[in-house]
């Protein structure tokens, strides 16, 4: 049966946005009256489709928040616990409203092999549409990451690639022996600063890594308008043509170039005109996905910006509704 699209007789067209679902930490910096309601919503599934109906977004993309299976050290539980959430999310989430929500796998990436294989478990089996890794992952301790450029990540890789769907590269907070810059500045840690540097730094590290010479079909995803860097990569490009070579990897082509070929966008927890106006220029309407980031952003106040942001209503369909329909397969997935 093919997912339901809610229309308006404004201006609105369908969405399809990520949202995060399940679990999540606390943290000492977050109002604790916005943090219970964010909780709260994380699991109610019922009143997220009533939002959606609302603010006429036709489907959701259900994803484990951060700091997700990357925070845990013990790689045999974090394969367990990966395996168990997907379940949860296929049958508690997805299945109460199967025409409206989709989901990203959870991964262990603390074991690659694994990852690779409950990836394509979850893909064909559970129908899922895609992957959502939080960040770097712990191996062992804390303060011990593991980035996606590494080499004993190649065989994930190379599975998302096999498969055709794409991975969603959310934020963490830096590792706690980074934290120093912000003793006494702790509100910006997560999403309003740290997420972002964080999240930035980790996909340029895929970008020079030659990722996406190896794998040129890779495609992935970055929240925020792209965590800044279709205003900061342009910089980067240019001073590096004065670096010497073998201090920024082994990329093949300029920086920008893998942005506007293997990122998508989305606008998730940014509403602001000029910000996406200058996206759309560095990367182009194509590349672009509408998202909302609920519950930690409100539909009811990033999808009326949307309608009403003047861009061409060419764009607006692309950015709220067909890019997703060809990215994430949802009318074959549909059909099926």
Known sequence: MPPRITTRRSRRSS???????????????????????????????????????????????????????EGITDSRKAVDMARRMNDHAAENLVARHPERLRAFAALPLQDPEKAAEELERAVRDLGFVGALVNGYSNIGDENSAQYLDEPQVEPFWARVEQLGVPVYLHPRIPLPDQQRIYQGYEGLLGSAWGFGVETATHALR?????????????????????????????????????????????????????????????????????????????????????SVDYPYESMDELSPWFDQCPISENDRVKIGRSNSEKLFRLQQRAAA
């Open 206 to 290: 895929l970008i020079l890594s030659g990722l996406f010479d190896r794998h040129p079909g890779v495609n992935v995803i970055l929240g925020h308008l792209g965590e800044a860097l279709p205003f900061t990569l342009p910089r980067v490009e240019h001073r590096l043509r004065h670096q010497r070579r073998e201090t920024h990897g082994v990329h093949e082509k300029p920086p920008t170039e893998y942005l506007r070929n293997n990122f998508y966008l989305t606008t998730s927890g940014v509403f602001r005109t000029q910000t996406l106006l200058d996206t759309l220029l560095e990367v182009g309407a194509d590349r672009v996905l509408f």
């Open 15 to 69: 969405r399809w946005c990520r949202t995060a679902c399940s679990a999540t930490g606390s943290h000492d910096f977050t109002a604790k009256d916005y943090f219970d309601e964010v909780q709260r919503r994380l699991q109610e599934v019922d009143q997220r489709v009533e939002d959606m109906d609302r603010n006429g977004i036709g489907i959701s993309i259900l994803s484990l928040t951060q700091p997700g299976i």
